[in-house]
């Protein structure tokens, strides 16, 4: 029975082991898939933020993969010291993945970088003429204004050329309506999405294994208790 039970839950723990491994290869992916679209984009301040965020996501996938091939070492061994470390390793990383959620989650809610603000406060000073850092974000993400193409005739100011598509403002049909706050969040939502779903995916197994590793730890305990008792 107890020999049964300790099999079941080393076959447990090593498919979740095998799941940490796939979602961390996974980040690991998509950390590079966010560096190869930066290389193709416009070079704005944004693009830091978007790098520092590709370079993390790819170290976090490594360490998980790295810390399941551990724990999958601890379970062939059936080392009690590797399995209570893996389990506490697994927390650290649960808590790391929690806050990365977070911090990805208020991004993609309220955050916007300072060059888009100063973009904003530069549409609304009727005293600022010519390029503002905001007709790079329109040229980029194809917005006008803050909250749409009208806000430049409520501030009487002209349409700036990268408020249209090929910057040619002659065809009605080339103007961009949608504002570039709403723009903004909309990219940085998608951007974020992938993250956050192999966040929380991370985050249950991650949890998972680490109860798992803690019964399994017991289990090999006891097991040996018993050994020595009946020897």
């Known amino acids: ?6 099999q079941t839950l080393s076959y447990t723990l090593c498919l979740i082991n ?12 998509y950390g590079c898939w966010l560096l190869d679209n930066l290389t193709n984009s416009q070079n704005i301040e944004i693009e830091h933020g978007e790098n520092l965020a590709a370079i993390l996501t790819i170290l976090l996938g490594i360490v998980i993969v790295v810390a399941s091939i551990y724990g999958s070492v601890g379970v062939c061994q059936e080392s009690r010291t590797v399995l ?33 603000r100063q973009g904003f406060d530069e549409l609304w000073d009727v005293h600022h003429l010519g390029n503002s ?37 002659t065809k009605v049909l080339n103007l961009f ?23 929380w995916l991370l985050i249950i ?15 090999i305990r006891n097991h040996r208790d018993r050994v020595r008792f009946y020897n």
């Open 84 to 116: 209570i470390s893996y389990a506490v390793l697994l927390l650290v990383l649960l808590i790391i993945q929690v806050i990365m959620f977070s911090i990805s989650f208020a991004a993609s809610r309220d955050a916007l970088p300072e060059s888009l």
């Open 18 to 29: 095998l799941l940490c491994a796939l979602w961390g290869s996974l980040l690991i992916w």
């Open 133 to 169: 850092t905001l007709n790079i974000y329109e040229e980029w993400l194809h917005c006008c204004g803050r909250n749409k193409a009208e806000d430049y005739v409520l501030v009487g100011k002209e349409l700036p050329s990268s408020c249209c598509l090929d910057k040619d403002c």
């Open 177 to 199: 309506m949608s504002g570039c706050e709403v723009k903004f969040k909309a990219y940085v939502s998608d951007k974020t999405a992938n993250f956050n779903i192999l966040s």
């Open 205 to 219: 197994t991650e949890f998972a294994g680490s109860v798992i590793s803690c019964y399994l730890a017991d289990s």
């Open 1 to 6: 029975m107890y020999c049964t039970k300790r």
